[in-house]
């Protein structure tokens, strides 16, 4: 049996192969694309930080001679990238592109086409990459409340016992929300219907020491929803959203 050639990757590629690895692409799946064993796409994760600084270096440094005007859509498009993500925005490749291209447009380059390929060296350049939304960030100004712990909450803190001081805080329950990942059979292609968006507005709230708890406040859209008919009473309080 003839041993497999050593397949020689272009910089790009090992880029875009990390990319993707980090991206939540399996080993065995980017092994079989590109013909190679496993032990070679774990030797370029591997040694992912060299690649990249290399990477970076070669595309980094463009021909000046003709002030590659992609360097321009790559500047505004990692721009408009941090604005989204400040505000909170989710992002995707998709979202990328005609983003890329929409700049691409606005500066005349009208033989620019943002290829998946181009955005997976976006990603490397800008060390990029997917991530699940975990929870709600905060929209308060980090500065006031730093302040306010250093300066007020001490002298309130000793007027008070661990069983006075209470905190609440909101959370969203999507309650017909399915999971987003499930076990399947090898080969077997996953799809899914519309995901649930229905949700509800679930107030927690407990004292410091952590003996009490009060009810839990349930915030919904219906004054009388169906489901409450017949019922006489709730082991929690509940009531519709305003406006």
């Not at 000046?64 to 505000?87: G, T």
């Not at 976006?122 to 960030?137: L, P």
């Amino acid at each position: 049996m003839s041993s497999q050639r050593r397949k020689a990757f272009t910089i790009e590629e090992k880029g875009a192969i990390i990319c993707r690895l980090e991206n939540g692409e399996s080993n065995s799946c980017l092994a079989k694309e590109f013909g190679v064993g496993h032990s070679t796409i774990s030797m370029i994760f591997k040694n992912k930080n060299r690649i990249k600084e290399s990477f970076n270096s070669n595309v980094l440094k463009p021909k000046r001679l003709r002030k590659s005007r992609q360097e321009n859509v790559d500047q505004a498009l990692i721009q408009w990238f941090k604005n989204m993500r400040n505000k909170g925005i989710p992002i995707s490749g998709p979202m990328l592109q005609e983003k890329a291209n929409g700049f691409a447009a606005r500066f005349g380059i009208l033989d620019f086409n943002c290829s998946a390929s181009w955005i997976s060296r976006f990603k490397v350049r800008h060390n990029i990459v997917a991530g699940k939304i975990v929870g709600e960030s905060s929209s308060v100004d980090q500065n006031s409340t730093t302040n306010w712990l250093i300066s007020v909450w001490p002298n309130l803190r000793r007027q008070f016992s661990d069983d006075e001081i209470f905190n609440a805080d909101e959370t969203g329950l999507i309650y017909k929300l399915m999971p987003y990942k499930t076990l399947k059979f090898k080969g077997e292609n996953c799809s899914g219907g519309k995901l649930s968006k229905d949700r509800i507005t679930v107030m927690v709230t407990a004292n410091m020491s952590g003996t009490e708890k009060k009810k839990l406040l349930i915030i919904g859209k219906s004054q009388k929803p169906r489901c409450f008919k017949g019922v006489k009473s709730l082991p929690v309080d509940y009531a519709i959203k305003l406006g």
